[in-house]
């Protein structure tokens, strides 16, 4: 199994939509659960980063999430992933182009 860091740098998908009422909320759909919001776009992306951190602190102590842990490594080394945003200015920065 990764490490924490590991799982990190993986480049999850990360969905995000307005809110009805005002802001956006942020999820990773490929992490059942991890959702978050702000009240702008760059607030909802880095608590988005935050609630990703927790939760994949969380699977790692947990053995039951041990096997979406398992499932999400056969995802992503199958995948040929064509772009990696290491931080939330380079997503930025993409999404403004």
Do not use: Q
């Amino acid at each position: 199994m990764k490490t924490l860091n590991e799982y990190l740098s993986l480049p999850f998908k990360l969905e995000i939509i307005p809110d009805k009422e005002e802001g956006y909320v942020a999820s990773y759909p490929e992490l059942p659960g991890c959702i978050s919001c702000g009240s702008t776009m760059e607030d909802a992306i880095r608590n988005a980063e935050d609630a990703k951190r927790a939760w994949l602190e969380a699977a790692l102590l947990d053995i039951p999430n041990a096997e979406t842990l398992a499932a999400i490594d056969d995802v992503y080394h199958e995948r040929n992933l064509s772009k990696t945003f290491h931080s939330v200015e380079e997503l930025m920065e993409d999404l403004n182009t």
